[in-house]
């Protein structure tokens, strides 16, 4: 890990009509990125969701550089959530609304106020600058007018024009081909390195994650099951790290490998 703890899972449950998460223990470091892997439905998502408190956990508790999801009252769940971004699988981006529009909602409305007209629409343009999109081109476009890859580093742009500490990405490249695909990977290693970021990935494509990843954590059965680092990872001698590896089963069958 890079620095002190910035995210910490700690003994988290979540029930829906069967068990999802039981008992995830992960310490994420400050500036660190790391990659959460495993087979469809084993949790994923629902655990970066429970980060920033849109789901709550039936058990357990996440701190966020200090401050805790669980016990967060509506003040202090606002103070963690400016701290952090959320790429949302495929960009969920607002088909009415502008380049430039949906970039801003990466605000609240009190700081679009507070930055004035000016400013904003400066912010926006940094952002779009980060995720090497060039504003003028691009502003004023309706996200049907863009490549799957533009809109996902629209997606991008909108998570990070608040200037986060954590940047949680929720499959950031499905949906893309491969080479867009790389594009979005080395972004996100780009944004790490500039802005100094945590970064928390929810990942199908470990091929892609791996060389840009501090870490690896593997869920299993809505727990950790493995934690190390990408090299760690590839030589594991576990088997369902090595059939997640080989792809050599379905995702369905992969809860069964033991």
């Known amino acids: ?17 069967h068990p999802v998460l039981a008992g995830v223990e992960l310490t994420v470091g ?15 998502s629902v655990l970066l969701k429970t980060t920033i408190g ?11 550089d200090g401050d805790s999801v669980a016990m967060a009252n509506r003040q202090s769940l606002a103070r ?3 701290k952090v971004g959320y790429v949302f699988q495929n960009a969920a981006l607002f088909d009415s609304m502008s380049v430039f529009e949906n970039v801003a909602q990466g605000l609240s409305d009190e700081e679009q106020r507070d930055l004035g007209a000016r400013r904003l629409a400066a912010e926006v343009s940094t ?11 691009v502003l004023g476009k309706l996200p049907s007018e863009l490549s799957g890859g533009m809109r996902k ?20 490249v499905t949906g893309l081909d491969p080479v867009n695909g790389t594009v979005v990977h080395r ?7 500039e802005m100094g970021v945590t970064s928390i990935i929810v990942t199908h494509d470990i091929e892609g994650a791996l060389p840009i990843s501090d870490r690896v954590a593997m869920l299993d059965h809505g727990r950790i099951r493995f934690v190390g680092t990408a090299d760690e990872f590839r030589s594991s001698d576990d088997a369902l790290v090595r059939a997640f590896l080989e792809r050599d089963v379905p995702d369905s069958d992969l809860i069964e490998t033991v």
């Open 54 to 64: 849109l789901i709550l956990p039936d058990h357990g508790d996440i701190i966020v």
């Open 127 to 137: 952002a779009l600058e980060h995720v090497n999109l060039d504003p003028a081109k």
């Open 187 to 193: 972004l996100i290693a780009q944004l790490a390195e």
């Open 1 to 17: 890990m890079s620095g002190d703890a910035m995210v910490e899972y700690q003994d988290v449950y979540k029930r829906f009509d």
């Open 80 to 82: 963690i959530r400016r």
């Open 153 to 172: 580093r629209v997606g991008i742009a909108r998570a990070i024009v608040g200037r986060p500490e954590i940047l949680l990405y929720d499959e950031p």
């Open 30 to 44: 400050r500036g660190e990125t790391i990659s959460v892997v495993g087979h469809s439905g084993t949790g994923k």
